[in-house]
């Protein structure tokens, strides 16, 4: 059997049992993402996602340095996933590439993130010289790609996972957008293909909207190692409540 190669960020290993929970803060304010932080200290989360994307003043490196070095201090322990969304791919800004790798790896190299999350279709180079200026910094990467208009083939998916692997990515993930249940189903099929036939490290998949719900659910039975839940504000469609997820995680890990 092929051996997948576990991440390990702080306290918490993606890749081996239950699929862990990641939640989004989408604060617009320094206050209000400090305030979102508290609020998760309660909760069943493995991986809090900084959507710095949403923040006031990410394009000032020192309040954005300030921000993430507060949030860093009020969850402690927990991994911190720094993410850029871009209005490409449904984030709430639009940013040029070298400003998206310069604040990429000034997050990498601040000491203060475990992961960063890229977009594989910045650009090979971008892309390149984040992850290996990311590696260089002892930071893990997220490589990622949103399709909000419609579910590719299946081909396709797994094609897009490969390249992410291929250019050297932490952890590959993909979020599709169903148009009706055989759209998730081949969201499922191309996870577990990538799982058992390529992967040889964690992958993330998601089927956003609607019926897609599933694909958040039953990570574990088709290969897929993380899930994102909502504490307050969800950062995209189809994310279920925090507790609530961990629930039907723990219950289908009991009946594996």
């Not at 050297?168 to 993930?173: M, Q």
């Not at 957008?177 to 759209?183: F, G, I």
């Amino acid at each position: 059997m092929k051996e997948i190669k576990t991440v390990k960020v702080r306290n918490t290993v993606i890749g081996e049992g239950i699929p862990k929970i990641c939640v989004p803060i989408v604060g617009v304010t320094k206050e209000n993402i400090l305030e979102e932080a508290k609020a998760l200290k309660s909760l069943p989360v493995d991986v809090v996602e900084w959507r710095v994307d949403w923040f006031e003043n990410v394009f000032d490196p020192d309040l954005f340095l300030d921000a993430l070095k507060a949030l860093r201090a009020e969850l402690g322990d927990l991994p911190i996933l720094v993410t850029f969304r871009t209005s490409k791919e449904g984030g709430e800004k639009s940013i040029e590439p070298d400003a998206y790798a310069e604040l990429n790896i000034r997050a990498a190299k601040s000491g203060l993130a475990d992961l960063v999350d890229v977009e594989i279709f910045t650009g090979d180079e971008v892309v390149s010289r984040i992850i290996r200026e990311a590696h260089a910094a002892g930071v893990k990467v997220v490589a990622s790609n949103h399709d909000f208009d419609k579910t590719p083939d299946k081909d396709d998916i797994v094609g897009r996972l490969r390249k992410m692997q291929n250019m050297d990515a932490d952890i590959p993930k993909i979020a599709v957008m169903p148009r009706d249940k055989k759209d998730v189903l081949t969201l499922l099929s191309a996870t577990e293909e990538m799982a058992s036939e390529y992967a040889d490290r964690p992958i993330i998949t998601m089927s956003m909207a609607g019926t897609g719900v599933i694909s958040r659910l039953c990570g574990e039975v088709f290969g897929s190692a993380l899930t994102f839940g909502a504490a307050k504000k969800a950062s995209a469609p189809g994310q279920m409540g925090v507790e609530d997820l961990s629930v039907v995680l723990n219950l289908l890990h009991k009946a594996l």
